[in-house]
Structure formats: C-alpha cells, structure tokens
C-alpha cells in the first residue's frame, strides 16, 4: 500500500483508527472471497449434478460411495454403529443372493415335443428291454403373433309373405361404440398398448398397416375419448373411496398439453395423482393447466386423515384444517443426499446420512417381509427406528453449523430438519408409509410414456389419459392384469344405470 508520508498520523489514536479502518477493509475482503467460493462451490455442484441427471442413472440403488464437494465426516453414534453398517458378514465373506428365474405359469398351454433314442437301443448288452425310469423334461417360450377376428352381428329378418308386410328384426346388442370397427377386446389392446406398454397412436397405426388393416390414428384418438366419457363415472368412485378412507397420498408432475385455451403450447400443463382406499387401493390421475395448490384442496374436499406429500407448498392447505395431519416423504429428504452422492469422489456427510437412512429403511423392509400388521409396525418402529432418528438428528444438528451454506450438502441437512416433524410422523400409524413412493411408482409409468408420446394433443386428450392411466394403475395396485380387467369392464359398461352398477365395475370388485 502506498504511504503519503504528508499526512502521516499525528498520535497513536490516530494510527490505531487506521489500523482499525484497515483491518475492517480486509475483513470485509475477506468475507466477499469466502461469498465467492461457496458461490463457486454451489455453481459448480449444480453443474456436475445437473450433469448426472442428463448422463448419470437415475436409480438410487448404487447411491452408497461419496461425494466431490461433501465435507469430512464425523463419528457415527457407537451404539448405533453395528445398524448403521452397509453389510452383514457371513462366516468372513459378503453373502449375495444370485437371481432366480422364475417358473413358467403352469397355465400356460404346453406343446409336448418327445425326443426318444431308437428302439434298437432300448436292448441292454445281456439282451433284456430297458425300462423307462423317468425323464428329463426342459422348457422353452414360443411366441405366436396375436390372432384376430372378424365379429359378425347378424340379425335375421322375418315377414309374412301372403300379407306382404309385418316384418320383424331383433334388436341390435348395447355395443360399446356403436357404427365402430372396435369390440370392446380391440379398444382394451388400444388402452393397454398406449398408456401401459407406452406405445403411441402413430406407432400403432404402423403395426395395423403391416397386418393389411385399414386403422387409422384419428379412429383410434376417437375411440379413446369416447371410451374415456364412459368410464368418467369409475373415476368419481374412485376418488370417493380416497375421501372415505382416512391416509392418502398425493403428488404431482409435469405434462405437455397442446392447444389449451389462452395458453402457449410451450405452457407447462400438470398431472395431479392421488393414492388411498386402504386395502384396495385406487389411485386417480386428474389434469389441471396449473400446479396450483387449490387443484389438490378442490379433490381432497372432506378428506380428514393423514396426508402424505412431499413439501411442496401447495399442500400447505391440509396445515388450516384440523382434520388433516401432514405426514412428510422420507425418500424426498434421503434424495437430497442420493444426489450429491452420485457426483462423489471422497467419503463424506452425504455418505454418512444415507447410512442412517438405509438403517430405518431396513426396519421397514423387515416389517414388509414379514407382512406385519399396523400394530406390529408401530411396535417395531418404536423399538428400532426411534434410537436411529434420535441419534439421526443429533447428527444433523452438529453438522449445519459446519458446512457452507450454500453448498449442496448444508441444504439437504436444512432440508431434512425443516421437514423433521412431518418426516417423523409415520412413526404414530403402522398403516402409513414411511415414504410417498408407493405413490411415485404409479406415476413412473406416466414418466415412461410421457418420453414415447412426448405430450397430449389437447386438453380432451389429457383428461382420457389421466382416465386410463387411473384405471390401469388401480388394477396394478391390486394385483389385476389391466387388459383382463378392461376387457370384462367394457363389455358391461353401457349396461351401468345407478353407482351401485358402476361399483361394481370397479377392479376391486368385478368379477373376471
């Protein structure tokens, strides 16, 4: 620093204000230096992992390695050590279990194919006949390409030929699309292929032209929204028994819409889900332009239970009403951590939290495999979990004040401890889940198509889809085989009058 000696301090006080302006100055320097790092810190974190998300594998599974920019670790808690462990050795080895292929359903139709060594050698050397003892029997799948079918609805006429007159036709069958090529079995496969094996209308119409059938996309769009009109009632039931029951889940992703009213095509348009019913589940998709908190209030009108989410604010309804208690996603703050671990390169704080989360994660995988009861789950959670969220959040709490706060790590631990009460409340009700994932597995699905179809062509298009896409996650939450159950469901649906008719068409309740 340059010193005018003409206007040198006249006394110590002087000179020590300078000092003291000058070691402000550097202070403050300083403070703008540690600012820019962490600023660096976080841009580049946010790059590696945005980075991941495009390149990297999605799955949370390989998670358990460490961290690029995750600050050193601490001393995991010593009672807690042996839970916290990634592996259990067996007699000095890593035990894994090696895949098994499962059976071929004994259903299945067999073709019998005998291979049988020539009779001349069925003659042992002392000159008796071989017995037979046994066999070894091998089993192969064959494909056969799908058959198809005319159905011809023939409707005999009858006159009376001395009065030249009185003639007489039965009536033609309620059909599901009258004046349609479509039987009920063809707009199933159309469903199925679409919004289950995510293949779109355009691809379809490819594969009916290489059979040398005329099926065109528009015929196939027109009958998935008529089909859609029809089974609108199924869906108001299913939300019926979500709003009776008292735990859902909800949660809520993007979709692309085409020519909504008022709105760019670029617009980013949602699919709300919701999960609940107990025992025989129903999950609902509903479409909505906007991801506006109202849109969850306005479905769960009358709801009171324990609602399960992420924490995003639009929920924030359920906190005013009384009869709804928040419960948080354990797997939304676990990810926070899974993230920064995917970019790592050195053990660190993430490592050390997904050991804590594995830990209550194994509890319950030991309740589910042995299908315990809500009572038993509580039991168990306050026996095991309850030390480990302890000591987990002991963790946490020593931890904030010792990392950036802007780095990806400190907002995950802030995360965690801000959401801490409602993350800890499936501890209260064996029936709720520790997470929302039962509920994002159904909405994977919607992920999967939405990358084939890439968007819906209107908002009539967007409200079928989220039609389908509920009925067949229902039959897949209960265990039904959604061509099976759509087969038998549109064959009697225009049969239905009152909401007793329609209940029963329901997957829980139909008979197949």
């Known amino acids: 620093m340059e010193i005018n000696i003409k206007n040198l301090p006249k006394s110590a006080e002087e000179l020590a204000k300078i000092i003291l302006l000058q070691q402000q100055e550097i202070e403050k320097h300083k403070q703008e230096i540690i600012s820019h790092k962490e600023r660096y810190i976080r841009l580049l974190e946010e790059f590696k992992l945005e980075k991941s998300r495009i390149y990297g594998a999605s799955s949370e599974k390989n998670i358990y390695q460490s961290d690029l920019f995750d600050e050193a670790g601490i001393d995991l808690v010593g009672e807690l050590k042996d839970q916290l462990e990634d592996t259990i050795d067996v007699d000095g080895y890593q035990r894994k279990k090696h895949p098994v292929r499962k059976p071929i359903p004994k259903d299945m139709p067999r073709e019998v194919v005998v291979y049988d060594i020539p009779e001349h050698e069925k003659i042992c050397g002392c000159g008796a006949h071989l017995v037979r003892i046994g066999e070894a029997i091998s089993e192969q799948i064959k494909y056969i390409p799908a058959k198809l079918s005319v159905v011809q609805h023939v409707r005999p006429k009858y006159a009376c030929k001395p009065c030249q007159e009185n003639v007489k036709i039965a009536p033609m069958p309620s059909l599901l699309l009258p004046k349609s090529l479509a039987t009920p079995e063809l707009v199933a496969y159309t469903i199925v292929a679409k919004y289950c094996d995510h293949i779109p209308l355009y691809r379809q119409q490819n594969i009916w032209d290489r059979l040398g059938i005329d099926m065109p996309r528009s015929s196939l769009c027109g009958w998935l929204l008529k089909v859609s009109e029809l089974c609108e009632p199924l869906v108001k039931l299913f939300r019926e028994h979500i709003i009776v029951y008292d735990y859902a889940q909800a949660d809520e992703t993007a979709v692309q819409v085409l020519d909504e009213i008022g709105r760019s095509n ?55 009403d009384d009869g709804i208690v928040r419960v948080g996603c354990m797997a939304h703050a676990r990810r926070k951590f899974a993230d920064i671990i995917k970019i790592s390169k050195t053990n660190g704080l993430a490592h050390e939290a997904i050991k804590f989360f594995k830990a209550v994660y194994k509890i319950e995988k030991e309740a589910r495999e042995a299908n315990a009861s809500p009572s038993y789950r509580v039991a168990l959670r306050d026996e095991k979990a309850k030390p480990i969220l302890t000591a987990f959040k002991t963790w946490l709490d020593s931890n904030l004040t010792k990392i950036p706060v802007q780095s990806k790590i400190g907002e995950a631990i802030r995360y965690t401890l801000s959401n801490w009460e409602l993350l800890n409340i499936y501890l209260r009700d064996g029936r709720i889940e520790i997470d929302n994932n039962l509920l994002e597995n159904a909405i994977r699905p919607f992920a999967v198509g939405r990358k084939n179809w890439l968007f819906h062509g209107s908002p009539a298009g967007a409200k079928a889809g989220a039609t389908f896409y509920s009925l067949i996650e229902t039959c897949k939450a209960n265990n039904i085989e959604p061509y099976k159950y759509l087969c038998a469901m549109l064959n009697r649906i225009r049969e239905c009058v009152t909401d007793d008719d329609y209940q029963k068409l329901l997957p829980q309740f139909i008979q197949i």
């Not at 617009?267 to 906007?290: D, H, L, M, N």
Request: with cysteine.
């Open 266 to 320: 670029k617009s980013k348009s949602y699919i709300w889900c919701y999960r609940g019913g107990g025992t025989k589940p129903c999950i609902v998709y509903e479409y909505q332009e906007t991801r506006g908190g109202y849109h969850a209030e306005n479905f769960l009108g009358g709801f009171k239970g324990y609602l399960q989410s992420d924490a995003y604010s639009g929920y924030n309804f359920a906190d005013k």
